[in-house]
């Protein structure tokens, strides 16, 4: 059952670009040491196949820590949330699946990424725009 947030203040806190970042070097340098442990599992057979299991091996965590945790392990050190808008719940595992995938083109896409979080109100990336969520600081919502 999906949980829905309650604002704990009276307006939603949007993660700034820097916790964003952080977060994102955070879940990278987590996803790179694993993803080169495989990769170099799978060195004998190919580099298109260490390219095919580093990205599923992306999508599988971030799909894991959003919908398992509510948020990756960069988001909870750096106390920030993905929530649905305009509702404020839970996401839901489409959304989280649409997100990862949306997340995929903003690593082709940085700088326009960047120029979104960073003038965006809500600081929204693309892969948020295509799954109708945002990312707000903890403190700003209750369980």
């Known amino acids: 059952?999906?949980?829905?947030?309650?604002?704990?203040?009276?307006?939603?806190v949007y993660a700034s670009p820097i916790a964003r970042l952080g977060g994102a070097?955070?879940?990278g340098i987590i996803v790179g040491i694993v993803g080169g442990a495989i990769g170099a599992a799978l060195g004998a057979i190919g580099g298109n196949v260490q390219t095919m299991a580093g990205a599923v091996g992306l999508i599988i965590y971030l799909l894991y820590y959003t919908?398992?945790?509510?948020?990756?392990?960069?988001?909870?050190?750096?106390?920030?949330c993905v929530?649905?808008?305009?509702?404020?719940?839970?996401?839901?595992?489409?959304r989280a699946f649409v997100r990862a995938l949306g997340g995929l083109l903003d690593?082709?896409?940085m700088i326009v990424t960047l120029f979104l979080v960073l003038?965006?109100?809500k600081r929204?990336?693309?892969?948020?725009l295509i799954a109708g969520t945002v990312v707000v600081e903890r403190t700003s919502v209750m369980r």
């Open 1 to 12: 059952m999906q949980q829905t947030y309650q604002p704990a203040t009276s307006q939603l």
């Open 25 to 27: 070097l955070i879940d």
């Open 67 to 80: 919908l398992t945790r509510g948020n990756t392990v960069g988001k909870r050190v750096l106390k920030t």
């Open 83 to 94: 929530i649905a808008e305009p509702d404020t719940a839970e996401i839901s595992y489409g």
């Open 107 to 109: 690593d082709f896409l």
């Open 119 to 121: 003038l965006s109100r």
């Open 124 to 128: 929204r990336r693309f892969a948020d």
